[in-house]
């Protein structure tokens, strides 16, 4: 099972970014996947979530600026993130369950089956 995160990299603040995450070894159309993310010295946090059903999720802090999407044709779930604000500095990583949750942020870390390596987002002010 691999998940393959990128499309990470330093843009100014307003700026934009598009992760993708391309799964392997697993049956992506079914389960839930989740992007997290890890500030310096902080704890991982949910961002967003599309379940197997493509309902969404959003972090109060990211609603309105990202969109979550996937294709399961391609294996792939993609983070369009615009706005982009130096707080948004992280690594995010893109994480595959098989739970449910209502609403998904509230997603604990334990219940992931499968994490990707991460990618660095870098916000310049």
């Known amino acids: 099972v691999q998940l393959q995160a990128s499309g990470g990299g330093l843009v100014q603040t307003g700026g934009s970014l598009r992760l993708s995450c391309a799964a392997s070894?697993?049956?992506?159309?079914?389960?839930?996947m989740v992007w997290f993310r890890q500030a310096p010295g902080k704890e991982r946090e949910f961002v967003a979530s599309i379940t197997w059903s493509d309902s969404t999720d959003y972090a109060d802090s990211v609603k309105g600026r990202f969109a979550i999407s996937r294709d399961n044709a391609k294996n792939t779930v993609y983070l369009q993130m615009n706005s982009l604000k130096p707080e948004d500095t992280a690594v995010f990583y893109c994480?595959?369950?098989?739970?449910?949750?209502?609403?998904?942020?509230?997603?604990?870390?334990?219940?992931?089956?499968?994490w990707g390596q991460g990618t660095l987002v870098t916000v310049s002010s």
């Open positions: 994480a595959a369950t098989f739970v449910t949750t209502e609403p998904m942020r509230n997603i604990q870390r334990h219940y992931v089956n499968y």
């Open positions: 070894g697993i049956l992506f159309s079914r389960y839930n």
